[in-house]
């Protein structure tokens, strides 16, 4: 039901010819397909927004969409797309000023360079999202930190710092 009301938002903005509630829609309805499991119409619809950013720039669903693409790379085990899609969304992020954002940006990022190995950047993403959900209280940022330093501990080979954090 809740596709099927996204759809008809992003008709009507398409209708009204408002770029900006085109790209709002289009975001929104995105994300529930990826929720879904319909990855390809995510893609598609994250796809069209950042094709929109030439006639009707806007950060907060240009930063949506990359992360939203940056995510849909990571759930294939496409590293090479995630890695730079998320970094563009922290950017984006950064320049909206949006902390959370940024938070959970660099969280994502850090679970895809643990993938990749990058264990240096993946304790600079983790370093960089901590004290947000920390301060903020934000039980659900803070265990994807917790789980992802875990994971980076370990498979670096400090075994005691993964078994402490667990």
Known sequence: QAR????EHVSLAEAMGDVGELQTALVNAAALDFSAGARDLAREKYERVLSLQDSAPSFQPAAMSEWGLAGLGGVAGDLDEA??????????????????GLAWTSANLAEVLVRRGEWERA????????PFFTAQGIAAGQLQVLGCRARLDY???????AEQTV
């Open 123 to 130: 304790s600079a993403a983790l370093d960089q999202a901590e």
């Open 83 to 100: 890695t730079p899609r998320y970094l563009t969304a922290q950017e984006l992020c950064r320049q909206l000023g949006s902390a959370q």
């Open 155 to 161: 498979r670096s080979g400090r075994l005691l710092a």
């Open 4 to 7: 099927l009301k996204s759809g």
